[in-house]
């Protein structure tokens, strides 16, 4: 330890953080609190998405204190993403990809409050392969924090060690702090950007999540004239129960299947009817996840 | 048209809360409804019976300290009570708190809580508090409460038809413009119902009153 010097690490932190803070703006969000925005690339903003109004303009607060209007351009619920574009070009500074992280690597959230700088600061508590969000979202990696950083830092980039963004802040259950990675937002603002919002796979059928007996599945309780599960033949009251062989326990794991890239592909479901079972073979439709 | 049957008079809603400001911003927004009477606790008129009070953790405990020092009218307990809580909720809400709203809950969500709490229905869902649902980003089964049982929606109050128009609209996307639009209703009209829908369903958001639409079968998935 004879060469750490903990005031040198102390400053390359807030370092770190203040050279961040230009690219960072603050709004306000439904609740009465404000929440962190990032600028991305080519003077679009990226947000957390359930921090932002539908429909409504944003009042972005930039670094500098100055105020701008952003329109939403899109947003993607099964990765948190919003994309924003601010009027005029603000001048602010995309932050570089960073390298991979492990367990362990220092995490600095950088936020914005009203244009004041935030800065959290702690570790990448745990990485992991890639998964699917409840709405369906292919997360590239998984990445929680062990980083204490409130309400205010959603939406906010999340640097490593170098200064270079691993992602963006975003909140799991019980509030803990995840971080939604630098690739899988790069996939969903480019998607936003083109077309403005993403797509998610449709069945056409209202489920509703049934118990009986030894059965956990998703009961068909409506169905789109014109839907996919009209067209292969299911009827109300059968029971969705496994998807391509795979348990399916209800409506929460059949939505978590139906994400963006599910659209157009073919499915084969379990269904129940009558107690008896037998396969439906469907081509999932497509629909914009809002 | 906000005033779509549930009451006719407007309601005089009491507004104790600790923070002075927030219950002037309230009090502004709830003046601007066309059925609501706020009326802001200490304040000369604060005499009146109220149809609905709005509480905060401080001031509910203030009363339960002073046994019956609430001011004015709010202390009566036949007067419904939505509280603003900054407190997850362990313990089961007194009986006369009829929806517990987070802290920084939207003007119009305690508004439609309000309404509801007025017209006598209960909006307080066991063990699944109205903010902070994270759920779409757990990672672990564990993380979730497991399907929304059958009774789930027991307590509350079903979507007017109205409001299912307006559900469908959401999950396609729609803002408040376009739902307006749509159904031929203000912007103003479509936000009421849209509050209204989140309070129904127990959502934190638009996104969440959709997914939890979805899961109910309210939604075509």
Do not use: C
Not at chain 1, 130 to 147: F, K, Q
Not at chain 2, 182 to 198: C, D, E, P, W, Y
């Amino acid at each position: 330890m004879s060469d750490f010097n903990l005031s040198a690490f102390s400053d390359a932190v807030a370092d770190i953080a203040a050279a961040a803070a230009p690219a960072t703006a603050s709004f306000a969000t439904h609740q009465h609190r404000t929440a962190t925005a990032f600028h991305w690339r080519d003077g679009y903003f990226i947000a957390a998405e359930e921090a932002v109004e539908a429909g409504e303009e944003i009042d972005l607060t930039l670094s500098s204190g100055d105020k701008v209007k952003a329109e939403l351009v899109g947003r993607d619920p099964s990765t948190g993403t919003a994309l924003l574009k601010p009027t005029g070009a603000p001048d602010a500074p995309s932050l570089a990809k960073a390298g991979t992280v492990r367990p362990g690597h220092l995490a600095i959230a950088v936020g914005n409050s009203d244009g004041a700088g935030l800065a959290a600061f702690g570790t990448v508590g745990e990485v992991g392969p890639a998964w699917r969000s409840m709405r369906g979202g292919t997360i590239d990696r998984r990445i929680n924090l062990a980083v204490n950083a409130g309400g205010r830092f959603e939406g906010g980039p999340v640097l490593d060690a170098k200064g270079a963004l691993i992602g963006m802040l975003l909140f799991g259950p019980r509030r803990r702090a995840l971080v939604m990675p630098y690739e899988t937002i790069e996939r969903a603002a480019a998607t936003l950007r083109e077309k403005g919002h993403v797509a998610r796979g449709y069945l056409g059928a209202g489920l509703h999540p049934i118990r009986n007996g030894d059965t956990h599945g998703a009961m068909v309780m409506s169905l789109d004239d014109n839907g996919p599960a009209k067209a292969a033949g299911l009827h109300l009251g059968d029971i969705i129960v496994s998807w391509d062989g795979e348990a399916a326990h209800g409506p929460r794991e059949l939505i978590r299947r139906l994400g963006p890239d599910s659209a157009g592909a073919s499915v084969t479901l379990g269904v129940e009817r009558g107690g008896e079972r037998r396969d439906v073979v469907l081509t999932i439709g497509e629909k914009p996840l809002n | 048209m906000a005033s779509h049957g549930i009451t006719r008079r407007r309601l005089t809603i009491l507004i104790a809360l600790d923070d002075a400001v927030r219950a002037e911003h309230l009090s502004t927004a709830l003046a601007a409804t066309d059925d609501l009477l706020p009326i802001v606790a200490g304040s000369s008129d604060s005499g009146d019976r109220a149809d609905v009070a709005i509480v905060d953790d401080n001031s509910l405990e203030r009363r339960d300290l002073e046994g019956g020092g609430l001011e004015g009218a709010a202390t009566d307990p036949a007067i419904p009570q939505v509280l603003l809580s900054q407190r997850g909720r362990r313990q089961r809400p007194a009986d006369n708190v009829f929806a517990v709203l987070p802290a920084a809950a939207d003007d119009l969500l305690i508004a439609a809580a309000a309404r509801l709490a007025a017209a006598g229905y209960r909006i307080s869902g066991e063990g699944r508090p109205l903010s902070d649902r994270h759920d779409d980003f757990a990672f672990h089964d564990d993380d979730l409460s497991d399907e929304e049982p059958v009774d789930d929606r027991a307590g509350r109050p079903p979507l007017s038809p109205r409001e299912s128009e307006v559900l469908a609209l959401l999950a396609e996307g729609a803002p408040n413009k376009v739902i307006a639009r749509r159904l031929n209703i203000s912007v103003h009209t479509a936000k009421f119902h849209v509050a209204a829908i989140l309070i129904k369903l127990g959502a934190a958001n638009r996104t969440d009153a959709i997914a939890i639409a979805m899961r109910q079968g309210l939604v075509l998935v």
